[in-house]
């Protein structure tokens, strides 16, 4: 289980947060005229990396603000963690 220190208010059980994915992905700027190719390759397809990580997550049960997390995937050690701008 994971405490992760929200900005706002402090250390919480993960719990509390619900998962938002990779913070390096990037929606398509212009949904109106992208491919169904680009838009299955944004959906579906993620990197798996091992290491450190950045990632959103949304604190539902506290401040409902999103944060950028950077997590060890192999040691679920924390870094950073910020506001977000998602």
Same mark, same amino acid.
Do not use: A, K, S
């Given at each position: 289980m994971l405490l992760i220190p929200c900005p706002f208010c402090g250390a919480r059980d993960e719990t &509390? =947060?619900? @998962? #938002? #994915?990779d913070a #390096?992905? &990037?929606?398509?700027r212009n949904p109106e005229t992208t491919t169904d190719e680009a838009?299955?390759? @944004?959906?579906? =397809?993620r990197d798996n990396?091992? #290491?450190?990580?950045?990632e959103l997550w949304f604190h539902r049960d506290g401040c409902q603000r999103w944060i950028t997390i950077e997590r060890d995937t192999r040691t679920h050690e924390l870094g950073a963690v910020r506001l977000s701008r998602s």
């Open positions: &509390e =947060f619900v @998962y #938002g #994915g #390096g992905v &990037e929606r398509p838009w299955t390759d @944004y959906l579906c =397809f990396p091992q #290491g450190m990580h950045r």
